[in-house]
């Protein structure tokens, strides 16, 4: 079923290049969007970090947070990973938990490109 949106969430949030420390958020975030839609297996802490720090690894990522109280961040409600490729072509893909799609979180993320 399809459904229309008139207006957009009022939600505020960040995009920001990711670094190694916040592997275990991701992982949490990816895990939590799986269960709620499995499209793809879980994984650990341990396999996402090997591929991250894996020397074939070119992926360019970036994370989308909640914005809270005096500009703190929060929980992590979006990703964007990427790799250019030497043809000037490329593959990536995004994640955007549900509860926060169609607020404009997956375009920004793109526009990161």
Do not use: C
Request: overall charge negative; aromatic content about 14%; charged content about 20%.
């Amino acid at each position: 079923m399809q459904s229309t949106v008139s207006s957009k969430p009022t939600f505020k949030y960040t995009i920001n290049a990711m670094s190694e420390s916040e592997i275990p958020e991701i992982v949490d975030f990816f895990n939590e969007v799986i269960a709620l839609e499995p499209w793809d297996d879980t994984t650990s802490v341990a396999e996402f970090t090997e591929w991250y720090r894996n020397p074939m690894n070119r992926e360019t990522n970036y994370l989308a947070r909640l914005q809270g109280e005096g500009n703190t961040t929060s929980r992590v409600i979006g990703t964007m990973s990427f790799a250019p490729h030497e043809n000037g072509m490329g593959w990536g893909w995004f994640t955007v938990h549900p509860d926060y799609r169609l607020g404009g979180v997956g375009t920004d993320l793109y526009n990161k490109l």
